[in-house]
């Protein structure tokens, strides 16, 4: 089986959101559809683990925010990177509320949507919330993200919690090029440099990037190492 024929399935990007009493959170999601129109319904599909999968679980309730195509990779790594067990997500990003108080995001947003839970599904690792739609609101005339574009000229990466990661979608780029043998996060745009390591990950001064643990993440955002490419 040749998975990288799931690659030519086409997908957009956007930021699911819920709330459970006064704590909202949301998350990158790549898997919104519409299934319905009458009335319009919408699917997404939640990892299991993420907290955003207990709020919309808690209260039936969902946000979409459709991401802009020139949304930077930070703001999408904010989302997408990062467990809002950590930290308040939207503290720091300007966001708007949709009827029923979800957030909706108001930077980087073409339109948005509010949905209302109907049915959900068990998939394994994942569930899929159906939603009717509750709420929608158009933004800007911005064109959306499409996945292909995240990942081709953004150079964006899937967090292993998306329902469509694949390991080694992204692997380092070959060292022929490099000189300085740095190494530049995509998401948060660090750069890990041998000479310094990773003191605060036990990693010492001169370890190669190649020779950082397979499970050595970004030192700012957490990104994995395919995150990584050589400078
Ligand atoms: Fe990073």
């Known amino acids: 089986m040749d998975t990288k024929a799931m690659y030519a399935l ?5 930021v699911v959101a819920a709330k ?29 683990q993420n907290l955003t999968h ?11 925010s459709i991401l802009a195509q020139e949304t930077p990779l930070e703001f999408i790594g904010h989302f997408g990177f990062h467990s809002g067990r950590d930290l308040d ?24 949507l509010e949905a209302s839970v ?6 394994h690792t994942h569930t899929v919330f159906i939603g009717t739609i509750t709420d929608a ?9 499409t996945y292909a574009y995240y990942h081709q000229i953004k150079r964006g990466t899937t967090p292993k919690t998306a ?6 979608e992204m692997p380092p780029a070959a060292n022929d090029s490099s000189s300085s043998g740095k190494y530049q996060c995509q998401v948060c745009k660090y750069i890990y440099d041998p000479e310094q390591g990773d003191p605060e990950r036990n990693i010492p001064l001169g370890t190669p990037f190649d020779k950082l643990p397979v499970d050595w993440k970004c030192p700012i955002c957490g990104a994995p190492k395919e995150a990584f490419v050589a400078l």
Not at 137 to 145: D, E, G, I, R
Not at 163 to 168: E, I, L, V, W
């Open 20 to 48: 459970n009493d006064d704590r909202i959170n949301g998350q990158i999601a790549n898997t919104v559809f519409q299934i319905s129109s009458d009335p319009v319904t919408v699917a997404v599909s939640i990892n299991k």
């Open 89 to 112: 997500k939207f503290a720091n990003v300007n966001w708007i509320k949709s009827p029923a108080g979800l957030p909706y995001l108001s930077e980087n947003t073409v339109s948005c």
């Open 10 to 14: 086409s997908y957009g990007l956007y």
């Open 163 to 168: 329902p469509t990661y694949q390991k080694q």
């Open 137 to 145: 609101k158009v933004l800007t005339n911005a064109k959306p993200m």
């Open 118 to 123: 109907v049915d959900q599904i068990d998939v």
């Open 54 to 64: 207990e709020f919309i679980t808690a209260s039936g309730k969902f946000s979409v």
